[in-house]
């Protein structure tokens, strides 16, 4: 965790808790998820804890925030480059790896002049689970 050496966020038991349960989670989880999973070991702590905790989070680099224009922005506990599909009919996301885009933002940098901050790719479609219930 040389990382969160780096970022100098004081880890609490709580920030502990909601840190291992992301980088343990291969859901992306809301801020909701992470509350409901966690409210029994630490009755105490609010939704607006879990959310600020996650921005000072996000801010230091250790996880990402993911928003989908629909207001429940997700996190995510891997900050490697990685892309997602998305199961529109469950809304699950997993995680995949896609080599040949490694260059793309030094690619679209020199193509466009732009000073790129990053990028982001998306596939949509059915889940496994759920293209068996379809059929």
Known sequence: MQKLKVSGVR???QRHAILSYLLD???HPTADD???ALEERFPN???ATIYNNLKLFVEAGLIRELTYGDDS???DGDTTEHYHA???TCGVIVDFHYPKLDHVEESASQETGFKVRGHRMEIYGSCAACTVKLH
């Open 11 to 13: 880890m609490t038991p």
């Open 25 to 27: 989670s291969l859901a």
């Open 34 to 36: 992470i509350y409901k």
């Open 45 to 47: 702590m609010s939704v």
């Open 73 to 75: 922005s997700r996190f």
């Open 86 to 88: 998305i199961c529109e």
